[in-house]
């Protein structure tokens, strides 16, 4: 069985206590050692770009420039929908560090035979 996770977020800031959330999900399986891919889509793909992942959805809420920093320090990778990205007309030059542009293909290649436990937001 794998232990892989999967989290798949279609939102962006417009629902940041959805980002939060995801982002939550996604710490704590990097930080215990899971290999951790998020698949960002739709207004999620702006997350993956230079200053957009800032601000908290709620008082006491983690700020979300924090939770994707520990994410990314815990090895984990961004896969940005390609589509998403481009249908929007963003430049792949705002990329962040640990962000790559990559679609289902490269996702399900990822995962591997073993599987993977996804979440989906």
Known sequence: MS??????LNTGLEDAETVTIALLVA???AEAGRPTLMFLTK??????????????ACDGCPP????????????????VCPVCF???????AS??????????????????????TTFSY
């Open 3 to 8: 232990n892989k996770a999967v989290v798949s």
């Open 86 to 92: 481009n249908s929007k007309q963003l430049d792949t």
């Open 27 to 29: 710490v704590g399986a």
């Open 43 to 56: 207004e999620a793909v702006r997350l993956a770009l230079a200053g957009v992942a800032v601000g908290s």
């Open 64 to 79: 979300i420039q924090d939770l994707l920093s520990r994410y990314l320090a815990a090895s984990g990778k961004l896969l």
């Open 95 to 116: 990329l962040i560090d640990g962000a790559e542009m990559g679609g289902t293909v490269p996702m399900w290649e990822w995962i591997g035979d073993e599987g993977a």
